[in-house]
T-cell receptor, first 118, second 116 residues
Framework: AQTVTQSQPEMSVQEAETVTLSCTYDTSESDYYLFWYKQPPSRQMILVIRQEAYKQQNATENRFSVNFQKAAKSFSLKISDSQLGDAAMYFCAYRSWSYGGSQGNLIFGKGTKLSVKP | GAVVSQHPSRVICKSGTSVKIECRSLDFQATTMFWYRQFPKKSLMLMATSNEGSKATYEQGVEKDKFLINHASLTLSTLTVTSAHPEDSSFYIC????????????FGDGTRLSIL
């Protein structure tokens, strides 16, 4: 079974600075997807960024980028120029390449609470 | 972008009441919908997976008679918490996925259920 580990329950960053959130995972599959979701106090789940395992290039979305190390099974999220609105819970998630039924479900880490100081 | 509507957003009711939560995909056909439960300051816990037109697959430890799931169409799935008790109070979130391989899951805004 796949597992996702986020070893940082809480992180803090100064506004305009850069912060990196860690995520490691365990799987025996060679093809899969990785995601970072943001959950602000409103509790809405917002997709931040996604990475296909077969792609060597790290995904980027504006101020958000990932460092995907497939061999090390590591998938960290870097937030540049942090803004107050970035304060939220961040969940790393894994999804199998297989599509059927619950195999397509997201497996979440326990989350990292990010605080942004003005 | 794809939108999933979840209703109601907040429910407060008495113990013993049955509560129905709806999850609709507004601009795509959702062949698979997922129902999660989230305790305060915790991660999302998958309760069940539903595929349109077939019975839901429940995760271990989730009572299928307590949490009834119906996925009658490609745009609607419902979760009914039957004879709810205070311990069922929680935040419930649905998500939906379309037919195309590689599509991400899209989440509803969640339902905060409080049983008095």
């Amino acid at each position: 079974a796949q597992t996702v580990t986020q070893s940082q329950p809480e992180m803090s960053v100064q506004e305009a600075e850069t912060v990196t959130l860690s995520c490691t995972y365990d799987t025996s599959e060679s093809d899969y997807y990785l995601f970072w979701y943001k959950q602000p106090p409103s509790r809405q789940m917002i997709l931040v960024i996604r990475q296909e395992a077969y792609k060597q290039q790290n995904a980027t979305e504006n101020r958000f980028s990932v460092n995907f190390q497939k061999a090390a099974k590591s998938f960290s999220l870097k937030i540049s120029d942090s803004q107050l609105g970035d304060a939220a819970m961040y969940f790393c998630a894994y999804r199998s390449w297989s599509y059927g039924g619950s195999q397509g479900n997201l497996i979440f880490g326990k989350g990292t609470k990010l605080s942004v100081k003005p | 972008g794809a939108v999933v509507s979840q209703h109601p957003s907040r429910v407060i009711c008495k113990s013993g009441t049955s509560v129905k939560i709806e999850c609709r995909s507004l601009d795509f056909q959702a062949t698979t919908m997922f129902w999660y439960r989230q305790f305060p300051k915790k991660s999302l816990m998958l309760m069940a997976t539903s595929n349109e037109g077939s019975k839901a697959t429940y995760e271990q430890g989730v009572e299928k008679d307590k949490f009834l799931i119906n996925h009658a169409s490609l745009t609607l799935s419902t979760l009914t918490v039957t004879s709810a008790h205070p311990e069922d109070s929680s935040f419930y979130i649905c998500s939906a996925r379309g037919t195309l391989l590689g599509q991400p899951q899209h989440f509803g805004d969640g339902t905060r259920l409080s049983i008095l």
